[in-house]
């Protein structure tokens, strides 16, 4: 905490490097549950606030809807403060609001006043949730939420052809596709070059199309009539059916094997008798005196 100097009557300005909002974003997205926090690194002159970097606050006592600097956070970050930036000052905060939005409550103000008290201190606020940031500053003995903030990017004014980084590669190979982030996969996309299917997709779509097939053949056998074809002996020449044919082979078969067939006997009986009488006339007419 720094000596307090005479308020200002109008609000500072204030500049941010790109690479301090990312930062604070990426650490404000690893918890999006509680509050995080951290301390701004800069420069304060004549009412210019130039914030050039930040040290996350570890150790802090975090909940829900509040967070707390302790010793422990307060060692770590003069450790690094004094190592990284020793010819910088902490020009401010900042902390996070998951799902909260963007203000000062009074917890945040009570840390506000006793421990970034100076006219060149800000507190940058962040919601994970709805992307909402925001920054606080001194207007005279009051806190506002400043109108104005300039995010200054450090390498701007580089020629596009003077990076240095080459285009990206694509591989056919799964793990290469697996390992390009998600940009490049999307550009891959776009421009045509479709990625390899998994072998998991694959084994997916073939149970999936083959439940599909089941349950339309099930549907099928259910729903629509079956149809019992009974085959019916019929005359080669007419290709009409023989008259009595037996269509119920059950039937038929009893009559085969089952009870006799009469008119099958009569000739023989009739033979048999004939035959016989024959005979009887045959004897008769021998038996006859000449």
Known sequence: MTQKS??????????VDC??????????????????????????????VEVEA?????????AGAHVTFTQDTWEHIYKIKD???????IVGWYHTHPGFGVFLSDHD????????SSPGQVAWVFDPHSDEEGCFGWVGERLERLSQIAVVDRRGGERADQSGKPEPSFSSSPQDQADLPAKTRLVARLEGRAEPPSLQSLVANFFSYFAVLLAGFLLAWF?????????VPVDALTGQPLPGAVIDSGAAGSDHS???NHA???PGNTASGESRADKSTTKGDNAKPK
């Open 6 to 15: 005479k308020p200002a009557s109008s609000q500072p300005s204030l500049s």
């Open 19 to 48: 690479e301090v909002v990312r930062q604070i974003r990426q650490h404000a997205r690893s918890s999006t549950s509680t509050e995080v926090c951290g301390v701004l690194i800069g420069q304060d002159r004549d009412g210019r």
């Open 54 to 62: 930040c040290i996350t606050g570890l150790n802090a006592e975090q």
């Open 83 to 89: 190592k990284q930036y020793p010819q910088h000052r």
């Open 109 to 116: 103000t009570f840390i506000h006043k006793n421990f970034f």
């Open 223 to 231: 729903i629509f009539p079956r149809v019992l074809v009974v085959p």
């Open 258 to 260: 089952g009870s006799p």
């Open 264 to 266: 099958g006997q009569n």
